[in-house]
């Protein structure tokens, strides 16, 4: 898969490593020549150019006509913007993703209809997370931080230990993926009993959390 | 009518003070509150300091109500930004874009943005008047808009006059 990165900061520079080193093509543009030597040096295969990526002519260079993929990751989110649109539009790559700098900035893009992705709006809600519920872990935080994997270790005699799941108050937006009961994994079906001590892994949505800790651990 | 623009640079500030001597309401947007000093004493419109195409300012700028936004920053990217703000989320119902790179002017031509690059323009304003000959000046402004200049020839008269 060939993918195309335009930024060279240190999102674009760390991205392109990992894709290279997980078998990628990938060629990356940044404007300014110095970082762009740099990248060069540090990145054992794939292209790096030195140019404006919001130049069609450029991000030609960079074989933009067979790219898969178009991350937009500079510093700038109106470049940002501009680079996704000139990619998805002008020369037909498949998935566009735009970083967002500014949280402020994501709801134009989404009504714009480019996917992004916010490392200040990820972060924020993860702490949240942790500073509401307090005996919920996540373990894996999905679809840019609106859907989480959970982990919750039942307290005795609240929530739902002792309860069979068909009778738990589970939120719509969630559901039980697996207990982990001393040793043992249980597949959960309607009719299993839970009991204190077991670790329930869940699935749900971010909105859904705090209901989804109420039928698990029970009312504060 | 109720008119945004977004930067105050030469060209957006001395729009700003011909549509404000018109009568229109004007609101100028710019991220460098020292740029206003441009407006001059006599600008009757409203001055809000920030990033032209960020939602609060926008809104703040009254884009709900706009009739029109002409985004002239120097920022070609910006300007696309904010213009396709305001056309495609908040409807504006004339918006105008300036983009310096010819090649980027065509392309969002083409996805539906009123642009004008005043690069081209003026090029060819210089061609015509570095040759002097008899000058076809020819651009087009938006959408149904356009600007054709003719030098009339002697021999050029109609047959039979």
Redesign the interface.
Known sequence: MYVLIVGGGKVGDSLARTLTQSGYDVALVEKEESFAKKIAENLDKGLVISGDG????KLEDAGITRAQVVAAVTG????N??IC??AR??FGVPRVIARVN?P??E??FQ??GIDTVSSTTIITKLIEEEATIGDIFTLLALKRGKLSIIEAILKPKTGAAGKAIKDLKLPPESILATIIRGSQIIFPRGDTVLQADDSVIALSTIDQEKALREALLGKE | MHIIIIGCGRVGSQLAQILSQEGHNIVIVDKNPASFKRLGPDFNGISINGIGFDPDILKRAGIERADALAAVTNGDNSNIMASQIAKRIYNVPRVITRIYDPLRADIYKKFGLNTISTTTIVAQIFRSALLKESSKLEFSIGEDLGLIEYKAKEEAKPKGD
Do not use: V
């Open positions: 919001c130049d069609p002519a700038d989110d109106e470049d913007l501009i649109q000139l539009d002008t500014n402020r900035n709801n134009t009504k714009l």
